[in-house]
């Protein structure tokens, strides 16, 4: 006998390659979700492009891991981003030289930002294959790393650096990306609990897919997201995806340009008493 599981989440070809795909309650996304951070490994640009096919998931700010381009690709791909709304910093990952002689690009971490949300770029950290940026938004400062597997010594280390260069003891701050290591069995969350930091609740379930270890999570220092939960509808990698409910992102206020005025001033040419006969005969009129 069959067991209804529920929605389920899955690729399918489209014209300009794979595309994750929305089933079940998943086929309408809903309004855009402007208090919440998505955190991302997209295990490179085919998953980052699948991304943005599904409109970043209408997350206020994407951080992403393992984005695996160079300059010149992440160049175009962040055109894109900005005809979306979306405007983007990246920090490159290292470049190595596979069996067939081609330069690949591993790692890297980049923030996109929809156009609402108010933000400054703040510094980043390539460190021997690990990768930390940051971001603030308002007085948080958001904290995107990539750790590859085997790396955790190193991690700590690139973590080091950023705090030491942002005086990071100083600020309110929200961490979060791709360790490789569970929280608990983590070198990256003993660090970042020595600087005050406490894990943002989280479900139990794997983030991969196909697996059942925590290895996307966050950490914070101040009460600045609730809780975090995974996104189960759209597959774009081997990584779920993790979305961080944060209490409260400043964005921009709506701008514009005031209606022109009307001018009451007295022509040059008319009277006084000529000049009150005619705004007596507008007021009339406008009764």
């Known amino acids: 006998m069959l067991l209804n599981t529920g929605p389920v989440a899955y690729l399918r070809q489209g014209p300009c390659g794979l595309c994750g795909t929305r089933v079940g309650e998943a086929q309408n996304p809903g309004p855009f979700r402007n ?57 490159p990952g290292s470049p190595s030289v596979d069996k067939w002689n081609n330069v690949r690009h591993r790692g890297g971490v980049a923030f996109l930002v929809h156009k609402s949300v108010r933000h400054v770029k703040a510094h980043e950290i390539f460190h021997k294959d690990c990768q930390v940026s940051g971001l603030w938004l308002g007085h948080l400062q958001l904290i995107n790393f990539y750790f590859p597997p085997g790396h955790a010594c190193v991690g700590v280390e690139a973590l080091g650096l950023f705090c030491a260069a942002m005086n990071l003891h100083k600020h309110k701050w929200l961490a979060m990306g791709d360790a490789n290591e569970t929280p608990e069995d983590s070198l990256v ?23 059942n270890r925590v290895i996307d999570w966050g950490m914070q220092n101040t009460q600045a997201c609730s809780g975090s939960e995974l996104n189960t509808k759209v597959k774009f990698s081997d990584h779920k995806g993790v979305w961080f409910k944060l209490c409260h992102i400043a964005q921009d206020s709506q701008r514009g340009r005031l209606k022109p005025a009307p001018q009451w001033s007295k022509p040059q040419d008319l009277s006084s008493e000529n000049w009150l006969q005619e705004l007596e005969k507008l007021g009339t009129s406008l009764l």
């Open 189 to 211: 969350a003993t660090f970042l609990a020595s600087l005050g930091g406490v894990l943002v609740p989280h479900e139990s379930d794997g983030t991969r897919w196909n697996g």
């Open 35 to 91: 208090h919440d951070i998505l955190c991302a490994n997209t295990g490179g640009p085919p998953g980052l492009w699948r991304l943005r096919h599904e409109q970043f998931l209408g997350a206020a700010v994407v951080c992403v891991q393992e984005v695996g381009m160079d300059l010149r690709e992440w160049q175009g791909f962040a055109k894109v981003a900005a005809r979306d709304g979306y405007k983007s910093y990246f920090t």
